[in-house]
Protein backbone atom coordinates (compact mmCIF):
# COMPACT_ATOMS: atom_id res chain seq x y z
CA UNK A 1 0.00 0.00 0.00
CA UNK A 2 1.74 2.93 -0.62
CA UNK A 3 -0.76 5.35 0.80
CA UNK A 4 -1.47 5.38 4.18
CA UNK A 5 -5.15 4.61 5.77
CA UNK A 6 -5.31 7.96 7.38
CA UNK A 7 -5.07 9.38 4.23
CA UNK A 8 -6.91 7.86 2.17
CA UNK A 9 -10.62 8.49 0.41
CA UNK A 10 -13.34 6.39 1.47
CA UNK A 11 -13.51 5.13 -1.47
CA UNK A 12 -9.63 3.89 -1.71
CA UNK A 13 -10.61 2.68 1.92
CA UNK A 14 -13.13 0.56 0.53
CA UNK A 15 -11.57 -0.99 -2.61
CA UNK A 16 -8.00 -1.51 -0.39
CA UNK A 17 -10.19 -3.06 1.74
CA UNK A 18 -11.78 -5.21 -0.62
CA UNK A 19 -8.76 -6.18 -2.45
CA UNK A 20 -7.39 -8.09 1.01
CA UNK A 21 -7.69 -11.82 1.01
CA UNK A 22 -9.49 -13.75 4.07
CA UNK A 23 -7.30 -13.95 6.75
CA UNK A 24 -6.73 -17.18 8.21
CA UNK A 25 -9.14 -17.69 11.65
CA UNK A 26 -11.19 -14.55 10.51
CA UNK A 27 -14.71 -14.96 9.13
CA UNK A 28 -15.23 -13.62 5.61
CA UNK A 29 -17.86 -10.97 5.58
CA UNK A 30 -20.26 -12.06 3.06
CA UNK A 31 -23.39 -9.90 3.98
CA UNK A 32 -23.44 -6.31 3.02
CA UNK A 33 -25.02 -4.45 5.85
CA UNK A 34 -22.05 -6.76 8.20
CA UNK A 35 -19.50 -5.37 5.92
CA UNK A 36 -20.69 -2.08 5.96
CA UNK A 37 -20.39 -2.37 9.92
CA UNK A 38 -17.17 -3.64 9.66
CA UNK A 39 -16.04 -0.27 7.38
CA UNK A 40 -17.55 1.62 9.91
CA UNK A 41 -15.66 0.69 12.68
CA UNK A 42 -12.33 0.05 11.20
CA UNK A 43 -13.00 4.27 10.16
CA UNK A 44 -14.01 5.25 13.42
CA UNK A 45 -10.97 3.24 15.14
CA UNK A 46 -8.78 4.78 12.52
CA UNK A 47 -10.40 8.38 13.29
CA UNK A 48 -10.08 7.73 17.02
CA UNK A 49 -6.22 7.00 16.62
CA UNK A 50 -7.00 2.97 17.61
CA UNK A 51 -4.16 2.28 15.18
CA UNK A 52 -0.73 0.43 15.88
CA UNK A 53 2.49 1.17 14.02
CA UNK A 54 3.56 -1.29 12.07
CA UNK A 55 6.52 -2.24 13.51
CA UNK A 56 4.63 -3.22 16.51
CA UNK A 57 1.87 -5.11 14.89
CA UNK A 58 5.02 -7.01 13.22
CA UNK A 59 6.48 -7.59 16.71
CA UNK A 60 3.44 -9.09 17.96
CA UNK A 61 2.83 -11.42 14.43
CA UNK A 62 6.49 -13.06 14.74
CA UNK A 63 4.92 -14.71 18.18
CA UNK A 64 2.33 -16.78 16.65
CA UNK A 65 2.91 -20.30 16.92
CA UNK A 66 4.64 -19.43 19.78
CA UNK A 67 4.40 -21.54 22.92
CA UNK A 68 3.11 -18.38 25.00
CA UNK A 69 1.70 -16.65 22.02
CA UNK A 70 -1.04 -13.73 23.31
CA UNK A 71 -4.34 -11.90 21.66
CA UNK A 72 -2.92 -8.81 20.62
CA UNK A 73 -4.29 -6.58 23.92
CA UNK A 74 -3.04 -9.03 25.89
CA UNK A 75 -0.15 -8.82 24.22
CA UNK A 76 0.24 -4.77 24.36
CA UNK A 77 -0.52 -5.44 28.38
CA UNK A 78 2.39 -7.91 29.09
CA UNK A 79 4.88 -5.78 27.26
CA UNK A 80 4.17 -2.54 28.30
CA UNK A 81 4.76 -3.90 31.71
Known sequence: MAKPISEMSDEEFD??????????????????????????????DVAAGRVYPHAIVGEW????????FLPFEDWLASRDG
Open 61 to 68: LSTWGDDD
Open 15 to 44: AWISSLPPAPGIPSIDDEEDFNRSIARARA
